[in-house]
Every structure is written in C-alpha cells, then in structure tokens.
C-alpha cells in the first residue's frame, strides 16, 4: 500500500497503466462470468456483457470527456444523458416489463438535483464542467442504486404477500396504506450498502473521491474532508430516493 505520508500519490503508484493491467483485467473478468456460470448464479452472461459495456463506455468517455468539460453547457448536456441513462436504468430494473419505467426521474431527481444545487449556489461547488460532471455522476449513481433496489423489492414484497395487503384493505385501511404496510422494510433494506460504506470507510475501503484526491495533490486531510462530504450527501440523494420510490408505490404508479 503506497506511504500517504510521503507525499502526494501518482497513478502509477496506485495501478501502473499497460498491457498488464489490460491482461489482468480481461483475465478477471472470464473470471467472474466463470464464477458466476459455475455457482448457477443465472448471471453469467450479464457479468461479460457488464464487464464489455464497461469497456467501450469508458473508451468513449476518455475520448470525449475533455471536450465535453471545456464548456458548461456541453457539460450540463452530458450530466443531463447520465441522468436519462439512470433512468431508464433504475426504471427498467423496478419494472422488467410494461410501461411505468419512466416514474424513476422522480426519485433521482428529487435526490440529485437539490443537493447539485445547493453546492452550486453555495460556491462550494466551482462552476466548471470538471467539477460538475464527476460530482454529478457520484449521486446520480448512488440515486441509481437506491431507486433500483427499493423499487424491486417493494414489488416483489408486495407481489409475494399479496393476500396481507388484501387482508389491510379488508380491515379498512387505504389502498396507499396498506401496500406501504407490506413494502416499506423491504424496501428500506435499500439504504443498508450506503450506511455500510459510511460506517466503515477508512476501516475498510479508502473510497474513489479520496483517492483521486490523494492523486490530484491534496492532503490526506483535504481528502478526507472531501470523501465525508460525498458520503453525507450519498445518505441523503438515497434516502430521498427511498422515500419517493416508496410513495411511487404506495400510490400504485410504480407495480410489478
């Protein structure tokens, strides 16, 4: 593990860039579809397709991405796809099939756009496309993940004990009531990765934003200052999230 007290980090220290990070990689990833082919996981295809999307979104994101930074409004217009990709995403996991998918801007919007804003208005966040985008795309992915988790397991919850919800009804409660009843634990379990991760950073992980700014020059301090904020406003984008999800389903716009 590189010495943090000896000065600032160099991606070469981290992981050397060359065909034997490539090998590496290409060999980790047969792999996993291995592993997951092999442990009847039944996503074995899904872990090459991942791992081969990963690659060409990547090459093409190093390609454009200083382009798209020179300028604000490319920079919006890129934040804006990543949110659409989410969307579709989150939205496609909470409802496999049918229409509804497109219910999940709410719940990442609700949780990315305020906290975005806020730091922009703030100051605390510089106006520049390479300050946007990177910080953009850490909430839009955590609003991503939660949306997706909590979304499918309030439908499968509710789908599974069906006759609980209708035992509800039964006994007066209302519609949104009563599918809350049922669903909200499942769904709230969707919080359990962000708390895990805030709980145990430093102990266990150094995560992405203190690393690249251990790399970018900072201090440690200046880079744990940082990565605390991250955490903090993840909490939130993933609560807020849960929570609009939640109603979503509650209110019957989002079912299996």
Known sequence: MADLTAGPLTAA?????????????????????AVAGLGRLGHGRAVLRAGLRAVLQLAAVALVIAWVAGSM?????????????????AGRRMVPAGPGWQWAALPIGAGVLPVL?????????????????????ILT?????????????????????????????ALGFEQRDARLEICRTAAATSLVPALDQTRTVGLVTLPGAFVGMLLGGASAVEA??????VLVALLLVEAVAVVVVLELVGRGAVSG
């Open 73 to 89: 409004w490319t920079s919006a217009a890129f934040v804006l796809l990543m949110v659409a990709v989410a969307v579709r995403t």
């Open 13 to 33: 220290q981290l992981l050397p860039v060359g065909p034997a990070l490539g090998v590496a990689t290409a060999l980790l990833l047969a792999a996993g579809v």
């Open 141 to 169: 992915g955590g609003a991503l993940t939660a949306t997706s988790l909590a979304g499918r397991r309030a439908v499968d919850e509710l789908t599974q004990r069906r006759g609980e919800v209708e035992a509800a009804l």
């Open 117 to 137: 804003l806020l730091l922009l208005g703030s100051g605390l966040l510089p106006f520049q496309g390479l300050s946007v985008i990177p910080v953009a795309g």
């Open 224 to 229: 744990g200052a940082v990565q605390l904020f």
